[in-house]
């Protein structure tokens, strides 16, 4: 990927760039159609290169060789690796590192000048990577990313940290056969992303919180806005990862959580770590390189020796011979049988996490059908208590209509009562009097000649 960046990189600032390597895959396709040569031998380039930048140690020494009086730029990319050995000869104008691991590598292992070592750093196509949406205050998802990860112990330490959560874990890299050629689209769906490195350097400039680790070094600590530039100047690598992965240390970090301290240091990190500033600086040290150096003249007796000491000091680690070569078939095998074995443990875990899923929903729906029908019950114990009440509003109503009816009845028959003892009073006074007794005969004629009266 680096050497694909920088290529295109350079075609699109107006240099001529061929890229030699023993073996090309598919990206070969996409630089040979942005006009970049790809070629595996050295003889096939006719035209002098004013400068060989240098990624790989054998490539680098065979590149040399054969164009003997042109200045060298070597790149050591990583601390320990056999290509990350750099090549000394008198044609290596320049030496740069990546990170201070490999400046340290430089300085104490080849007793190259730190003076001599430039410390540029890997950068990263922002265009490729835009930048996600703001972080939940309270992280949901979780993404291993790297191409060391298997389905090992550490892998089940970190899903384990993770499930005590509550955060969804998923791995991206070859070594669980999830390669993404282009990782970019997915970075962007997870909140916390385990890495280092390359891959810790893409994920933080996508605005992920990032856990420093690799799966088969160790771990170290989440990337904070404090130390995110230290972090930087060691390329969020091996230096720094000085713990163990346990489920422990791997929810330590994961405590640390902080949407709004990720995002500062995605901020810096997209500020100063973006691809144009590497390619940039490299493209500088080429151009004063080819200026202050058009030519490097080296005697035959200086190549000589030193093109033996390469030679002794290559003896002496051991050329690939039949039996290096068996080795390396054998664990080529190894390779295919463990990617075989990591598929279908993907493949298993795919068919228990959908079947976790499966329980899940049922589990959820059976909640859902019982809050339903407690919800149901008691709506409708809600509308029986309110009926009742209703009911008993209207009894208490209707008792109280009687009652009143009931009561001015009373009224009305003591209010009658006393009329009657009145008109009875009156009457027996009347019946006591004495015009009543003299007036008795004037009645009984009154009578008898009333018309329609009896008749005598």
Request: one cysteine or more.
């Amino acid at each position: 990927m680096f050497t694909r960046d920088l290529a295109l990189w350079l075609r699109r600032r107006g240099h001529a760039v061929t890229i030699f390597a023993t073996a090309f895959g598919d990206m070969a396709d996409e630089l040979r159609f942005a006009s970049i040569a790809c070629v595996t031998e050295l003889s096939d380039i006719a035209a002098r290169p004013d400068v060989i930048i240098g990624n790989t140690h054998h490539e680098t020494v065979r590149a040399l060789l054969h164009f003997h009086d042109v200045p060298v730029l070597t790149i050591c990319h990583d601390r320990s690796a056999e290509h990350g050995r750099p090549a000394q000869f008198t044609q290596v104008v320049c030496h740069v590192a990546v990170d201070e691991n490999c400046a340290e590598r430089l300085v104490h292992e080849f007793g190259i000048a730190r003076e001599r070592i430039e410390l540029i750093q890997n950068g990263i196509d922002l265009s490729r990577f835009p930048r996600r949406g703001g972080l939940p205050a309270q992280p949901r998802t979780a993404l291993v990313f790297s191409n060391y990860a298997s389905h090992d112990a550490q892998l089940e330490e970190i899903r384990a940290a993770c499930v005590q959560r509550g955060l969804s874990l998923d791995v991206i890299g070859s070594g669980t056969g999830n390669h993404l050629p282009d990782p970019a689209e997915a970075l962007g769906r997870y909140d916390i992303v385990f890495g280092k490195g390359r891959c810790a350097t893409e994920a933080l400039c996508t605005g992920n919180a990032v856990v420093v680790l690799d799966p088969s070094s160790g771990m170290g600590e989440m990337v904070t806005a404090a130390t995110v530039a230290h972090a930087r100047r060691w390329n969020f690598g091996r230096a720094l990862l000085i713990r163990p992965i346990t489920r422990e240390n791997v929810g330590a970090e994961l405590d640390r959580y902080d949407a709004e301290d990720a995002g500062k240091a995605g901020e810096w990190m997209r500020a100063h770590g973006g691809l144009d500033a590497t390619l940039g600086a490299l493209e500088r040290c080429a151009q004063r390189m080819a200026l202050q150096h058009p030519v490097i003249e080296v005697p035959a007796s200086q190549r000589a020796n030193e093109v033996a000491r390469y030679m002794e000091d290559w003896i002496r680690r051991g050329n690939p011979s039949a039996a290096h070569l068996a080795v390396a078939s054998l664990q080529q095998h190894i390779g295919w049988i463990q990617q075989s074995f990591n598929d279908h443990q993907r493949m298993h875990q795919a068919r228990i996490d959908a079947l976790q899923a499966e329980l899940q929903r049922q589990a959820e729906e059976a909640r859902r059908q019982t809050e339903l029908a407690a919800m149901q019950a008691a709506a409708q114990l809600a509308m029986q208590t309110a009926a009742q009440a209703v009911q008993a509003a209207q009894a208490s109503q209707s008792n109280a209509d009687c009652n009143a009816r009931l009561a001015e009845a009373e009224q009305q028959t003591r209010q009658a009562r006393t009329e009657l003892a009145l008109l009875q009073a009156q009457l027996r006074e009347v019946y006591a009097s004495r015009s009543w007794r003299v007036t008795g005969p004037l009645r009984r004629v009154s009578t008898l000649v009333r018309p329609g009266g009896p008749r005598a």
